[in-house]
Each structure stands twice: as C-alpha cells, then as structure tokens.
C-alpha cells in the first residue's frame, strides 16, 4: 500500500467522526460498497397544532427525525414533545423565540439561549444540538453556544416549505433534491403546514422506495 493511498483511507474514515461532531450543513458521502442511504428529516418553528399530525404521518412511516423547537411553544406543549421523544424523535432547541441571535446583546444571547435549553431538558431530552435562527451565526454566537454546551446543526437541502408551496411540487422537491447524509429544512411551526403534512405523505414512501432510511441527525 502507498503513503498516498494509506492518508486517503485515514481522511475517509475521518469524514463520518467529523461531520458527526459539526454537522454544520455537512453531509457525510456514501461509503464505496454500502447500501445504507441515512436521511435526517429536521423541523424547525414548532411544537404547533401541525406537529400532532406530522408525528403521526412520520410514525406511519417508520421515521425518526430532529425537531428544533422553539421554547415558547414548547412551554405549551410539554405533552406533544414528549410523544416526540417516546416515538423515537430528538427534541432539540432552535432559540425561545426565533431572534436573530447575530443581532443581540450578549446578556439578551444568553437569554435566549439558557430559557429554551431549560425546556428542552424539561421534557426530558439531553440534546445539546441548536439550530440558530436563519442559519445566522458569528463568532460572538459560536463562542456563546460553547459557554451553554450547544453545537450548532444547519441544512444542505432546503425544499422550501417555508414559502407553502403547492404540495405535489414540495413533494416532488423533497425526492429530488434528497441524497444519503444530507440534512433537511422542514417546518412543523411558523404557520399553515398543511402543505408540508400533504407533501411528506406522498414523499415519504418515495424516498423509502429508494432505499432512504429515516433518522435523527447523527450525535443530537
């Protein structure tokens, strides 16, 4: 075996341990030989009056997923995020109340950041993954999250459901765009998710036909 060939097989099996470890729009290329095809559904925005019938769609088939909750929804919906938990979900924080984190104050950051953690971990879920809001990170923000013991998860795949979509082109969006590890934007909160709901229930059994298996993002 050459040294080249040794180094390339050292930085391959690097690639799961670091992109498990970030995360941060990372997806892990498919293993030569392998037919596991992982996707990692995420939802941001919620709990809502969506999420019920999102997380029954979801068990219907067979999937489990990352939810990034909002504090100030989960604060009023303890029972439906533990129903996320006991059917195999991760809930994680997406902030108390989608601020721009970018755009506060270091005591108004920690605000945001400590009041949503507590209600994650009052439902029972030790994640210690965030998704900031709109993606927006900065040093500032990164050295905060690392005070609270948070990594941060952004998205590769964004089907834009966020913009309501007719629901036969959200489904058609969600197959499309999907590849093995990638990570992907969706919505249970934030409005009308009807669409969402229609389009994932066409979409899933696709994407289960081709061989995608359904998890929560690795290490969340």
């Known amino acids: ?130 998704r900031p809001p709109y993606g927006a990170t900065n040093d500032a923000v990164q050295d905060a999250l690392a005070e609270h013991d948070l990594r941060s998860v952004l998205w590769n795949v964004d089907p834009k459901d966020w913009k309501r979509p007719d629901a036969e082109a959200l489904a058609d969006r969600l197959v499309e765009t999907a590849y093995p590890r990638a990570v992907v934007l969706l919505h249970d909160g934030g409005g009308n998710r009807e669409k969402t709901i229609q389009a994932l229930r066409t979409a899933l059994p696709e994407l289960r036909a081709k061989g995608y298996e359904f998890r929560p993002v690795p290490g969340c």
């Open 1 to 130: 075996m050459t040294k080249t060939t040794s180094w390339r097989r050292v930085v391959t099996g690097l690639i799961p341990l670091l992109c498990a470890v970030v995360l941060a729009g990372c997806a892990v290329p498919a293993q030569a030989g392998s037919d596991t095809k992982p996707l990692y559904l995420t939802f941001d925005d919620g709990p809502s009056n969506a999420t019920d019938e999102i997380l029954t769609v979801l068990n219907g088939n067979d999937v489990r997923a990352t939810f990034f909750t909002l504090g100030k929804n989960l604060a009023e919906n303890h029972e439906l995020a533990q129903r996320m938990l006991a059917e195999g979900h991760v809930v994680a924080t997406h902030t108390w109340n989608h601020r721009n984190l970018t755009k506060l104050s270091p005591a108004e950051l920690d605000s945001q950041l400590r009041r949503s953690v507590n209600e994650v971990r009052a439902v029972g879920s030790d994640s210690d993954c965030i």
